[in-house]
Nanobody, 115 residues
Framework: QVQLVESGGGLVPPGGSLTLSCRAALNNFQIYGGAWYRRAAGTQREFIASITSGNYTNYADFAKGRFTISRDNDKNTVYLQMNSLNSDDTAVYYC?????????WGQGTQVTVSS
Protein backbone atom coordinates (compact mmCIF):
# COMPACT_ATOMS: atom_id res chain seq x y z
CA GLN A 1 0.00 0.00 0.00
CA VAL A 2 1.53 3.27 -1.12
CA GLN A 3 1.23 6.03 1.42
CA LEU A 4 0.32 9.55 0.37
CA VAL A 5 0.46 12.14 3.12
CA GLU A 6 -1.50 15.31 2.56
CA SER A 7 -1.07 18.47 4.58
CA GLY A 8 -1.83 22.16 4.48
CA GLY A 9 -5.60 22.21 4.85
CA GLY A 10 -7.39 24.29 7.41
CA LEU A 11 -9.61 27.29 8.00
CA VAL A 12 -8.98 30.38 5.88
CA PRO A 13 -10.98 33.61 5.48
CA PRO A 14 -12.51 34.57 2.14
CA GLY A 15 -9.86 35.97 -0.14
CA GLY A 16 -7.14 34.05 1.63
CA SER A 17 -4.61 31.53 0.37
CA LEU A 18 -3.51 28.02 1.22
CA THR A 19 -0.95 25.63 -0.16
CA LEU A 20 -1.67 21.92 0.02
CA SER A 21 1.10 19.33 -0.09
CA CYS A 22 1.02 15.66 -1.00
CA ARG A 23 4.10 13.62 -0.23
CA ALA A 24 4.32 10.15 -1.73
CA ALA A 25 6.28 7.19 -0.41
CA LEU A 26 7.24 6.04 -3.89
CA ASN A 27 10.38 5.11 -5.73
CA ASN A 28 10.92 6.84 -9.07
CA PHE A 29 8.40 9.51 -8.15
CA GLN A 30 9.45 11.53 -11.15
CA ILE A 31 7.68 9.19 -13.58
CA TYR A 32 4.31 9.64 -11.89
CA GLY A 33 1.68 12.17 -12.73
CA GLY A 34 -0.11 14.04 -9.98
CA ALA A 35 -3.54 15.57 -9.59
CA TRP A 36 -5.81 17.23 -7.08
CA TYR A 37 -9.54 16.67 -6.66
CA ARG A 38 -12.07 17.92 -4.18
CA ARG A 39 -15.46 16.97 -2.87
CA ALA A 40 -17.78 19.41 -1.19
CA ALA A 41 -20.50 18.15 1.13
CA GLY A 42 -23.35 16.59 -0.80
CA THR A 43 -21.55 16.71 -4.14
CA GLN A 44 -19.43 14.41 -6.25
CA ARG A 45 -15.68 14.57 -6.43
CA GLU A 46 -14.45 17.06 -9.00
CA PHE A 47 -11.18 17.49 -10.80
CA ILE A 48 -9.07 20.55 -9.96
CA ALA A 49 -5.70 20.24 -11.66
CA SER A 50 -3.09 17.78 -12.87
CA ILE A 51 0.62 17.76 -13.65
CA THR A 52 2.49 15.24 -15.76
CA SER A 53 5.97 13.87 -15.28
CA GLY A 54 7.07 16.45 -17.81
CA ASN A 55 5.43 19.29 -15.85
CA TYR A 56 2.59 19.78 -18.28
CA THR A 57 -0.36 21.14 -16.30
CA ASN A 58 -4.11 21.10 -16.80
CA TYR A 59 -6.78 22.94 -14.82
CA ALA A 60 -10.50 22.92 -14.35
CA ASP A 61 -12.08 26.18 -15.44
CA PHE A 62 -12.83 27.28 -11.88
CA ALA A 63 -9.19 26.80 -10.94
CA LYS A 64 -7.60 28.72 -13.79
CA GLY A 65 -5.93 31.89 -12.59
CA ARG A 66 -6.44 31.09 -8.89
CA PHE A 67 -4.85 27.68 -8.32
CA THR A 68 -1.38 26.46 -9.27
CA ILE A 69 -0.24 22.85 -9.26
CA SER A 70 3.46 22.08 -9.04
CA ARG A 71 5.82 19.31 -8.04
CA ASP A 72 9.19 18.78 -6.40
CA ASN A 73 10.62 15.42 -7.41
CA ASP A 74 13.43 15.68 -4.89
CA LYS A 75 10.81 15.77 -2.14
CA ASN A 76 8.37 13.32 -3.76
CA THR A 77 5.73 16.02 -3.36
CA VAL A 78 2.96 17.58 -5.38
CA TYR A 79 1.58 20.96 -4.33
CA LEU A 80 -1.59 22.92 -4.88
CA GLN A 81 -1.35 26.62 -4.25
CA MET A 82 -4.77 28.21 -3.87
CA ASN A 83 -5.43 31.95 -3.94
CA SER A 84 -8.51 34.15 -3.71
CA LEU A 85 -10.41 31.44 -1.91
CA ASN A 86 -14.16 31.73 -1.44
CA SER A 87 -16.85 29.73 0.28
CA ASP A 88 -17.39 27.61 -2.83
CA ASP A 89 -13.89 26.23 -2.34
CA THR A 90 -14.85 24.64 0.97
CA ALA A 91 -14.34 20.91 0.48
CA VAL A 92 -12.19 17.91 1.26
CA TYR A 93 -9.19 17.99 -1.06
CA TYR A 94 -7.59 14.77 -2.31
CA CYS A 95 -4.34 14.18 -4.08
CA UNK A 96 -3.93 11.50 -6.72
CA UNK A 97 -0.63 10.05 -7.93
CA UNK A 98 -0.74 7.86 -11.02
CA UNK A 99 1.32 6.04 -13.61
CA UNK A 100 0.07 3.48 -16.07
CA UNK A 101 -2.23 1.20 -14.04
CA UNK A 102 -0.97 2.47 -10.70
CA UNK A 103 -3.36 4.87 -9.06
CA UNK A 104 -2.96 6.13 -5.51
CA TRP A 105 -5.09 8.46 -3.42
CA GLY A 106 -4.47 10.49 -0.32
CA GLN A 107 -6.73 10.45 2.71
CA GLY A 108 -8.03 13.94 2.07
CA THR A 109 -7.52 17.24 3.84
CA GLN A 110 -10.30 19.62 4.81
CA VAL A 111 -10.28 23.17 3.49
CA THR A 112 -12.84 25.51 5.00
CA VAL A 113 -13.26 29.06 3.73
CA SER A 114 -15.13 31.13 6.27
CA SER A 115 -14.90 34.39 8.14
Amino acid sequence: QVQLVESGGGLVPPGGSLTLSCRAALNNFQIYGGAWYRRAAGTQREFIASITSGNYTNYADFAKGRFTISRDNDKNTVYLQMNSLNSDDTAVYYCNIFFSRSDYWGQGTQVTVSS
